[in-house]
């Protein structure tokens, strides 16, 4: 190239990075219950606006969600209060997540990364990740090692591997929120990544306090959309708090994910399908709700290096544990806990079902003596359980059968294994000794 041309070239260049980006602009033509339409801007699908009026001081962020008749449907994420036809619609940038690294770790974000704590504000990196892809299926690595959570039940019925992703079901008020705190505190992750989608305001604070405590929270980070928050926000907090885990993943870090919960995420996609027109379908929740699940849930696992061990939340509906997002979850995860009412009105803590739960990789991350003593112990649970009527009547008539005899005897010592005090953390090696004493 001609040496007198190359500056001119330079220098048009420079001049075109130093020209401001063109602004995508519309006007907000309607509004429709919990939607807004306007006339453009250019935009694609999870995209944000800002809507805002000049002559009343107005602005919002708002979703793209849907496009009809070539309006652009977008839904709010604030109060829409001095809203009008005309008002300005601007295509925006996704917002940044915070730099992923020990200085993350301990701090409270909302739904699109920002502190929520009142700690100071965070370096930003990277663009949200709201659309990765999960590992390549081929390039996955192998679950071979267990995950320790120290809760005794788990640990030796329902055993976790680092990589797999396991449903925890049950109804309201049945002890969810402080399970997940004791594995938080117990397990033996290098990070934990806890989503909080669609909770209650109140306990928020109870949680993080209460339930994790400070020496959770040391190694934590934690998401937070409240169940007042518009439903784009309560999926952009599962998107990012995702996003996050992968990013500590990447780096080779043994992650944990939290979720609490995937029902309320469901419920926050259904209400924006109905809003867009899609028509319902299983009890009310729309086609795009299952088509979203395992678009969330597959990015969670092994992957080439490191590896997020999930644990999702499913509230399910009057105890049913068959209803519809159940039932879907239940059929993308590698097993599933069930968490028992009835057990918890006997006061027994952490109420799991032993019974009703199971680990799709026991025999991947247990020895054969590991897998034989569990065996032999819910086999004594589900024989008594069996018979529980007859013994309680006193209608059984001891001696008659020698199996059921031993699994009267067993009863009670296994009963006080499954048991565990919030504080109290049993290392794995632990756990298998107290169960082999509670069989001999």
């Given amino acids: ?52 009026s000049e002559r009343d001081n107005f602005s ?33 940038e996704l917002p940044l997540l915070p730099v992923v690294g020990p200085a993350l770790l301990g701090r409270v974000l909302d739904a699109l990364g920002r502190p929520m704590d009142h700690r100071g504000a965070l370096p930003l990196d990277r663009a949200g990740a709201a659309t990765n892809r999960p590992p390549h299926p081929l390039r996955r690595q192998r679950i071979k090692t267990v995950f320790e959570t120290g809760v005794r039940s788990m640990d030796a019925f329902v055993p976790v591997g ?27 992750a290098d990070v934990v990544v806890i989503a909080l989608v669609g909770e209650r305001g109140r306990e928020v604070r109870e949680f993080i306090e209460k339930d994790l405590g400070p020496e959770g929270l040391k190694r934590s ?53 109905l809003a867009v027109g899609e028509p319902p379908a299983t009890r009310g929740y729309t086609p795009s709700v299952f088509t979203l699940l395992p678009r969330l849930l597959e990015r969670a696992g092994a992957g080439e290096r490191g590896a997020i061990t ?17 039932d879907a979850v239940r059929g993308i995860l590698d097993g599933h806990l069930v968490l028992s009412r009835a057990l ?3 006061n027994h803590y952490p109420a799991i079902d032993i019974l009703e739960s199971v680990s799709r990789l026991t025999r991947d991350v247990c020895t054969p003596e590991e897998v034989t003593l569990a065996g032999r112990a819910r086999e004594a649970l589900a024989l008594y359980r069996k018979n529980e009527d007859l013994i309680t009547i006193g209608a059984y008539q001891q001696g008659t059968n020698p199996a059921l005899d031993e699994a009267i005897a067993r009863h009670e010592p296994l009963r006080n294994f499954l048991r565990q005090s919030v504080d109290e953390r049993v290392p794995r090696a632990q756990t298998y000794h ?7």
Wanted: net charge neutral; aromatic share 4%; glycine share 10%.
């Fill in 1 to 52: 190239m001609n040496a007198a041309v190359t500056p001119i070239l330079e220098n048009l260049r420079s001049q075109v990075r130093a020209a401001p980006s063109s602004r995508r602009l519309g006007r907000v033509s309607g509004v429709a219950g919990l939607i807004i339409e306007s006339d453009g801007p250019n935009v694609g699908l999870g995209e944000l606006c800002l809507i805002r």
């Fill in 60 to 92: 919002v962020t708002a979703e793209v969600v849907g496009f009809r008749d070539h309006k652009v449907l977008l839904m709010p994420l604030g109060e829409t209060a001095g809203l009008h036809a005309g008002c300005e619609v601007a295509a925006c």
């Fill in 162 to 188: 680092c990589g797999q992703r396991l449903g925890i079901f049950a109804g309201s008020g049945v002890g969810k929120s402080t399970l997940l705190g004791m594995i938080a505190r117990g397990s033996s």
């Fill in 221 to 273: 980070v934690v998401v937070v959309a409240t169940s007042d928050t518009p439903a784009p926000l309560r999926l952009r907090a599962a998107f990012t708090a995702t996003s996050i885990a992968e990013a500590y993943r990447d780096a080779g870090k043994n992650v944990l994910l939290l979720f609490d919960s995937v029902t309320r995420f469901a419920m926050a996609q259904r209400e924006i399908g």
């Fill in 310 to 326: 999930a644990l999702y939340t499913v509230l399910v509906d009057g105890d049913d544990m068959n209803e519809p997002i159940a």
């Fill in 344 to 346: 918890a009105h006997f």
């Fill in 434 to 440: 107290h169960l082999q004493e509670a069989m001999s």
